[in-house]
């Protein structure tokens, strides 16, 4: 053969290769372009609620991986378009009701979450997975428990919703939500359901011990006869210091199961008068001490900058200068001011969980703020407190306002002839940290002002 004709046969061979690969191209375009022709006719069938025309286009796709915009199906589509009739032929002709979107929702997740309640129904009955756990760690039946729908609620556990699953960031389970979002209709289903109120969510809390803490009578009704002797002196405690009314309370004293102490320690932290005074006519001191923090509750008043429990004690009677097992006045709480830095630097710079038993144990609370802190000054002052104690640590009221930054009280304490006992010297780790939190509300402040 001449290698005129090697060549010619080589130079065709590349041609048709070539003509092969451009028409590759050329198909792979044209079936890219009518496939994104057929989405976005897709889309408009959606808005119109065609349910002839999505037919038709749903033969040009493969509707199992048809995506759209954040990873979502045309299932998912129709119901956040509200294309009801669409909706229904994919609900029962298709397999797309458990799949899910960038977010982990299915289309149970968004109809609920949307409150498109006739396709809510339409998915349950259509037998859609109730128990899959979206990206936050909520399933459709989470989600319809905190709607509080109820009926929905009630159909999903009749269609195999898990009753005791628990939500994965908080792992709390439907009978911690009702309880919480004090659902009383709820949680006597579940209870009548068997639902599991043992079961401990992160922070070591059953749906019991939330029953126990919560201030609804028809939640505490339903769990009280299930109560230890020593579960009902919590109960007791928690309504004292929490309730305003004294219900609860005329049903259980003069019960066995009552301690006097359990009314002792309700009464140091009782925030309201009515309680207060139910109390006093029951034979509880004004001046008794807590036997766990060391301190009375004209002391917690000034501690909590309780203005109308502080004037509700003085009136009947409180010692007004009664001193705490730390030496302190209730003038001397009342200066103080919530601050985690002097905290801080109280037990040596040491980073602590700030939780409500640590801040009782420091005389501390996070409801104290420079008003309520100065108008206790003033209650306290004007009702003859001792401006000049000065503790064994050479503490007076005044050092207390100064060591805790509090100038308003500082300024009045000085008004009112209060002398300085010691001067206050802050640490450096404590100016540092101080510093630096000054700079983040300056940080935070400026985002606020320009949007940024």
């Known amino acids: 053969m001449r290698i005129k004709d090697v060549n010619t046969r080589i130079m065709n061979s590349v041609k048709t290769s070539q003509l092969i690969v451009i028409a590759i191209l050329l198909f792979s375009l044209f079936t890219a372009c009518e496939a994104k022709y057929s989405e976005q006719a897709l889309e408009d069938a959606l808005w119109r609620d065609d349910t002839t025309k999505v037919k038709q286009l ?13 990873g979502r199906n045309v299932l998912q589509i129709a119901i956040l378009r509200g294309a009801t009739n669409v909706s229904e032929y994919l609900i029962e002709n298709s397999k797309l009701q458990d799949s899910t979107d960038d977010y982990g929702y299915t289309a149970l997740h968004i109809a609920i979450l949307e409150d498109y309640n006739e396709k809510v129904d339409l998915l349950v009955n259509n037998g859609s997975d109730l128990n899959i756990l979206d990206d936050r760690g909520y399933s459709p039946f989470h989600y319809a428990v905190l709607k509080e729908n109820n009926d929905l609620v009630k159909r999903m556990v009749e269609n195999g919703a898990d009753i005791n699953s628990k939500t994965a960031a908080m792992e709390n389970t439907a009978l911690h939500l009702s309880i919480e979002m004090e659902n009383t209709e709820l949680v006597a289903y579940f209870k009548s359901k068997n639902a599991i109120d043992t079961i401990t969510d992160i922070n070591d ?3 019991k011990m939330l029953a126990l803490e919560s201030v609804n009578t028809k939640i505490l009704n339903m769990y009280f006869d299930g109560f230890s002797n020593e579960e009902k002196n919590v109960l007791l405690y928690n309504t004292i210091i929490q309730d305003s009314l004294t219900t609860n309370l005329e049903q259980w004293l003069g019960q066995k199961w009552v301690l006097k102490n359990t009314l002792k320690e309700g009464f140091v932290f009782a925030k309201y008068p ?37 004037a509700f004690l003085i009136e009947n009677g409180a010692d007004i200068n009664k001193i705490s097992d730390r030496k302190r006045s209730p003038l001397m709480q009342a200066s103080k001011l919530y601050d985690p830095l002097i905290i801080n630097q109280d037990i040596g710079d040491i ?12 005389e501390t609370s996070a409801e104290k703020n420079a008003e309520n802190s100065l108008a206790c000054v003033k209650l306290l002052l004007a009702n003859n407190a001792n401006i000049n104690y000065i503790n064994k640590d050479n503490e007076n009221a005044l050092y207390i306002a100064e060591s805790t930054f509090n100038p308003k009280v500082v300024d009045y304490l000085k008004e009112q002839g209060a002398k300085e006992s010691k001067p206050f010297v802050e640490s450096q780790s404590s100016k540092t940290r101080r510093t630096m939190e000054n700079i983040n509300r300056s940080i935070e402040s400026n985002k606020n002002l320009y949007g940024y």
């Open 58 to 70: 749903l033969q040009k796709v493969n509707v199992d991986t048809l995506r759209f915009y954040e």
């Open 205 to 207: 809390d059953t749906a």
């Open 274 to 310: 009515a309680m207060s005074a139910y109390l006093l006519k029951n034979g509880v001191d004004i001046n008794t001490v807590s036997n766990q923090y060391g301190y009375a509750a004209i002391n917690n008043a000034a501690i909590s900058g309780n203005v109308t429990m502080l």
């Open 351 to 362: 980073q602590i969980s700030m939780n409500d038993t640590f801040l009782k144990n420091f």
